[in-house]
Nanobody, 117 residues
Framework: QVQLVESGGALVQAWGSLRLSCAAS????????MGWYRQAPGKQRELVAT???????NYADSVKGRFTISRDNAKNTVYLQMNNLKPEDTAVYYC???????????WGQGTQVTVSS
């Protein structure tokens, strides 16, 4: 089992920036792909960005050019740099980590990001 702890969520004004972090621990397995998802009130959870072990990123169209995902494999940590934030980015952001060859995964507890207009 992999435990994930997110941090960095906050209240920020539109056009501001935030950096989210997610650290994985408690596992003897290698962490494979990691990613960020978000869920706004009344909406389904959606993909924000993912990154492979080798560092290849993938982004939702809504965040391309504004968000950057990165990871530190030595620390089993994934980051999400969010720039030019918009009110529609308001959501609970969840970290996800795959392991056992991407066949198993764990979710973090979520961190709230609120963007005011």
């Amino acid at each position: 089992q992999v435990q994930l702890v997110e941090s960095g969520g906050a209240l920020v004004q539109a056009w501001g920036s935030l950096r989210l972090s997610c650290a994985a621990s408690g596992s003897r397995f290698c962490i494979n792909a990691m990613g960020w998802y978000r869920q706004a009130p009344g909406k389904q959870r959606e993909l924000v960005a993912t990154i492979t072990t080798g560092g290849s990123p993938n982004y939702a169209d809504s965040v391309k050019g504004r968000f950057t995902i990165s990871r530190d494999n030595a620390k089993n940590t994934v980051y999400l740099q969010m720039n030019n934030l918009k009110p529609e980015d308001t959501a609970v952001y969840y970290c996800k980590a795959n392991y056992l060859g991407n066949l198993q995964f764990s979710w973090g507890q979520g961190t709230q990001v609120t963007v005011s207009s």
